[in-house]
Nanobody
Framework: QVQLVESGGGLVQAGGSLKLSCTTSRRTSHTYAMGWSRQAPGKNREFVAAISWSGSSTDYADAVKDRFTISRDKNTNRVHLRMNGLKPEDTAVYYC????????????????WGQGTQVTVSS
């Protein structure tokens, strides 16, 4: 069973930064591609960022490219999302996810996901 626990969300002013973390098991950390998606009120869930199991490949949604950075630490079994230059439109619940295949992120498919963490950006 794959368990994903997000943390690090909160309230921040526009232009500020937050770092989200996703903690999982050693097996998941060393086996699955990992990523982040988000869902704003009244909107569909959308892809944010993904990282391959090796960490050698990353992918970002156009809306967050050059502002967000995804990384993974296999020593601590965590995946991080560093978010800089936050905008009010980044307000959403952010979900950590794990996929058997990295390519699934390009199709907005997620095998497993966590409970989510709220990010609110005030203007």
């Amino acid at each position: 069973q794959v368990q994903l626990v997000e943390s690090g969300g909160g309230l921040v002013q526009a232009g500020g930064s937050l770092k989200l973390s996703c903690t999982t098991s050693r097996r998941t950390s060393h086996t699955y591609a990992m990523g982040w998606s988000r869902q704003a009120p009244g909107k569909n869930r959308e892809f944010v960022a993904a990282i391959s199991w090796s960490g050698s490949s990353t992918d970002y949604a156009d809306a967050v490219k050059d502002r967000f950075t995804i990384s993974r630490d296999k020593n601590t079994n965590r995946v991080h999302l560093r978010m800089n230059g936050l905008k009010p439109e980044d307000t959403a619940v952010y979900y950590c996810s794990a996929n058997n295949y990295y390519s699934n992120y390009q199709k907005s498919l997620y095998d497993y996901w966590g409970q989510g963490t709220q990010v609110t950006v005030s203007s």
